[in-house]
């Protein structure tokens, strides 16, 4: 994974045991805003986010080893899109991955951002539990140019002491 911004990140280490929004959203920009495209005005009425040059991922990341009673819980999420930041109606853009029971840390679900969506103004995150009785886990979610190719622990270096 390359480099991350700040304002692409939409949770960052979220400790989530019952059903939530991510902790922050994004404002994609000037959703039904008047447009001057030389004086013919017209009105963005979505936001072309998936359909680009470089693709976007949506990536989660357990952060600490989710946890219950059963083993038996699971944990949804998905990015939703909305016109007002209360996500008063907020529509489903995708899901990004269900985390099983006792996922453990470095444990991580990516997708690429779909470009047949009218994003609105507004994206966010929201995870639901089913099954179980969640009691551990928390989580980073970003927005970003690079799919995930690092996993942590596998691929590390580790470099023999030299002698003199």
């Known amino acids: 994974m390359g480099y991350t911004d700040a304002q692409n990140l939409l949770a960052e280490a979220q400790a989530v ?14 959703y039904g805003a008047q447009i001057d495209v030389d ?15 470089k693709a976007l991922y949506c990536v989660v990341t357990c952060m600490t080893t ?13 990015l939703q899109t909305d016109d007002n930041t209360s996500f008063s109606s907020p529509a489903d853009v ?7 029971a006792t996922s453990p840390a470095g ?9 047949d969506v009218d994003y609105q103004q507004y994206l966010r995150g929201y995870f639901t539990p089913s099954g ?23 691929q590390a270096r580790s470099y023999s002491q030299g002698t003199a």
């Not at 004086?39 to 040059?53: E, K, Q, V």
């Open 107 to 115: 444990t991580r679900y990516w997708k690429q951002l779909p470009a």
């Open 132 to 154: 179980g009785n969640l009691s551990a886990g928390a989580f980073t979610v970003e927005i970003t140019l690079d799919a995930p190719k690092w996993k942590p622990g596998v």
């Open 17 to 30: 045991t019952a059903a939530a929004a991510t902790t922050d959203y994004i404002n994609l920009g000037p």
């Open 94 to 100: 995708i899901v990004v991955g269900t985390f099983p």
């Open 39 to 53: 004086a013919g005005i017209n009105t963005n009425t979505s936001i072309n986010l998936g359909n680009s040059a």
């Open 66 to 78: 989710m946890d219950d009673t059963g083993d038996d819980s699971t944990l949804e999420f998905k």
